[in-house]
């Protein structure tokens, strides 16, 4: 089924709530999640390119939105429709917190393409985060991208 196929399945209501999310997570506003994810937001809410939440809200520079989503089941190393993972684009935007929390929740840095490894070389950031990245608990877990079945995309 393509993009259109669900969209125009999925009422206005809900579309329009999953676009107050995905602002909310670029904005850093974690008092929201705190309250949509116990109540069932889905942590690996994706939208139209493949960006998590997680992948928002790293990007952005909200480290603590970043622990947060790990905490309800957000999957550090989903990739979006580039191939780009969450640690790459911290590494790419020099989030150094953001950077630590994805690697406490088990980013792989050999991940995506191109990797966050691959961008420390790009960015000249091997001599701060190259032996953290060597060490990190998530190194060579990263599992293939998953279905679509199993997140909402918009």
Not at 30 to 45: M, T, Y
Not at 86 to 99: C, R, S
């Amino acid at each position: 089924m393509d993009n259109e196929s669900i969209q125009g399945s999925i009422p206005p209501e809900a579309i329009e709530f999953a676009g107050r999310m995905y602002n909310a997570a670029r904005e850093g506003q974690k008092d929201v999640f705190e309250q949509a994810l116990p109540a069932g937001l889905p942590a690996n809410l994706t939208n139209e390119k493949g960006d998590t939440l997680l992948m928002l809200a790293a990007y952005h520079g909200h480290a603590d939105l970043v622990k947060l989503l790990i905490q309800h089941g957000a999957d550090p190393n989903r990739i979006n429709d580039k191939g780009q993972s969450p640690l790459a684009g911290a590494v790419f935007k020099k989030e150094d917190a953001v950077i630590e929390a994805l690697l406490e929740g088990g980013a792989d840095p050999d991940h995506g393409t191109p990797s966050a490894q691959a961008c420390l070389a790009m960015f000249k950031q091997e001599d701060k985060w190259g032996a953290k990245f060597a060490a990190a608990p998530g190194k060579g877990k990263a599992q293939k991208p998953a279905s679509e079945s199993d997140t909402l995309q918009l």
